[in-house]
């Protein structure tokens, strides 16, 4: 019995101790991370070696937290088909790239999700011409979608479950299925309706197009690591959190460097590092939450710029509003 209480303790010890991926992006002086090929709000190059996009601004934040610098990062474009085989071999050290969590992911692929950037639904694009007005309607029409995603059965289950026929037209990448759908090959666009926004804001005639008012599955899109590195994982979740945390509590890139000296509110204190020292179970230094929020942003910062009223999309926050704010978006506790 003292032997496996012995071997119990040295387990934990070492499932709790040093994390390798944080280890390797420290000595490599970089953040590798996999995300989208281009879906604007989320993930976006613009062909000058740029990147733009709610995810892409997580990343950067895990790089502030981690390197002390949001620009000590390089992305890698990955299509859905690819993006879970890279997080696995090591080849990204995390996934930020619209990505749905659900039980067989999280389960069964060694992935652990650490929260959720934006909750969301799939939904359907029609041409206006059509003169389609619900789901419903679409009764034997032809639907694209993109392969190795949660669209496929969604769709399935939803039309099963309304005795409707469908024929489906999947391909392995963003801009086939959307060239697809742009040049009549299928009468319908299923995807996250964040992103049939983002796609139709990019189409020469947006006005053309209808994206229809039914929601058809819930889609809680967030970041991804490899299982068993749990520092790792603690350290991409917490830095969502603290994004959330800077929001609810009024401290932003606007206002964090006047704050970190000014502030009498214990709770900003601990979340800027002045007072004790949760940084240390991260294994990161007491400023941590401060850079991101001066280089990257809180959670308003970086869902206005990228998909709200700062961008072209002007998505509602909606149900991605803080809790206090009739939303899901919710920190856990910073203390």
Same mark, same amino acid.
């Given at each position: 019995?003292?032997?496996? *209480?012995?071997?119990?303790?040295?387990?934990?010890?070492?499932?709790?101790?040093?994390?390798?991926?944080?280890?390797?992006?420290?000595?490599?002086?970089?953040?590798?991370?996999?995300?989208?090929?281009?879906?604007?709000?989320?993930?976006?190059?613009?062909?000058?070696?740029?990147? !733009?996009?709610?995810?892409?601004?997580?990343?950067?934040?895990?790089?502030?937290?981690?390197?002390?610098?949001?620009?000590?990062?390089?992305?890698?474009?990955?299509?859905?088909?690819?993006?879970?085989?890279?997080?696995?071999?090591?080849?990204?050290?995390?996934?930020?790239?619209?990505?749905?969590?659900?039980?067989?992911?999280?389960?069964?692929?060694?992935?652990?999700?650490?929260?959720?950037?934006?909750?969301?639904?799939?939904?359907?694009?029609?041409?206006?011409?059509?003169? @389609?007005? !619900?789901?419903?309607?679409?009764?034997?029409?032809? @639907?694209?979608?993109?392969?190795?995603?949660?669209? %496929?059965?969604?769709?399935?289950?939803?039309?099963?479950?309304?005795?409707?026929?469908?024929?489906?037209?999947?391909?392995?990448?963003?801009?086939?299925?959307?060239?697809?759908?742009?040049?009549?090959?299928?009468?319908?666009?299923?995807?996250?309706?964040?992103?049939?926004?983002?796609?139709?804001?990019?189409?020469?005639?947006?006005? %053309?197009?209808?994206?229809?008012? +039914?929601?058809?599955?819930?889609?809680?899109?967030?970041?991804?690591?490899?299982?068993?590195?749990?520092?790792?994982?603690?350290?991409?979740?917490?830095?969502?959190?603290?994004?959330?945390?800077?929001?609810?509590?009024?401290?932003?890139?606007?206002?964090?460097?006047?704050?970190?000296?000014?502030?009498?509110?214990? !709770?900003?204190?601990?979340?800027?590092?002045? +007072?004790?020292?949760?940084?240390?179970?991260? %294994?990161?230094?007491?400023?941590?939450?401060?850079?991101?929020?001066?280089?990257?942003?809180?959670? %308003?910062? @970086?869902? +206005?710029?990228?998909?709200? !009223?700062?961008?072209?999309?002007?998505?509602?926050?909606?149900?991605?509003?803080?809790?206090?704010?009739?939303?899901?978006?919710?920190? *856990?506790?910073?203390?």
């Amino acid at each position: 019995m003292k032997i496996c *209480m012995v071997s119990l303790f040295l387990f934990a010890g070492i499932a709790h101790g040093a994390s390798l991926t944080l280890d390797k992006v420290r000595k490599r002086g970089q953040l590798i991370c996999g995300v989208a090929e281009g879906l604007p709000g989320f993930g976006q190059p613009d062909g000058k070696g740029g990147w !733009s996009g709610i995810d892409i601004d997580l990343c950067r934040a895990v790089a502030a937290a981690t390197l002390g610098d949001a620009k000590k990062i390089k992305f890698v474009a990955l299509n859905a088909k690819e993006r879970f085989t890279a997080l696995q071999s090591g080849a990204v050290d995390i996934l930020s790239r619209n990505t749905t969590w659900t039980l067989q992911r999280d389960a069964s692929l060694s992935l652990d999700f650490t929260g959720v950037t934006y909750y969301d639904g799939q939904g359907f694009m029609v041409k206006k011409k059509l003169k @389609i007005k !619900s789901v419903k309607q679409l009764n034997g029409a032809t @639907i694209c979608v993109n392969t190795g995603t949660t669209t %496929e059965l969604n769709l399935a289950d939803y039309f099963r479950a309304n005795n409707l026929k469908f024929k489906m037209i999947a391909y392995e990448k963003n801009d086939e299925v959307v060239g697809a759908y742009v040049a009549g090959r299928c009468d319908a666009f299923s995807t996250d309706q964040s992103g049939l926004y983002a796609y139709k804001s990019a189409f020469k005639d947006p006005e %053309e197009h209808v994206i229809l008012p +039914e929601i058809i599955s819930k889609e809680p899109l967030g970041p991804a690591v490899r299982h068993g590195d749990n520092t790792w994982g603690d350290i991409v979740r917490w830095t969502l959190y603290a994004m959330l945390e800077a929001e609810e509590l009024g401290v932003n890139s606007g206002n964090v460097n006047s704050l970190k000296t000014s502030t009498t509110n214990p !709770s900003v204190k601990r979340l800027l590092g002045i +007072e004790g020292d949760l940084h240390k179970g991260l %294994e990161l230094d007491k400023d941590w939450v401060f850079r991101i929020i001066a280089q990257v942003g809180n959670y %308003e910062d @970086i869902f +206005e710029n990228n998909l709200g !009223s700062k961008s072209p999309l002007k998505i509602a926050r909606g149900q991605n509003a803080l809790w206090s704010k009739g939303g899901l978006q919710y920190a *856990m506790p910073i203390r």
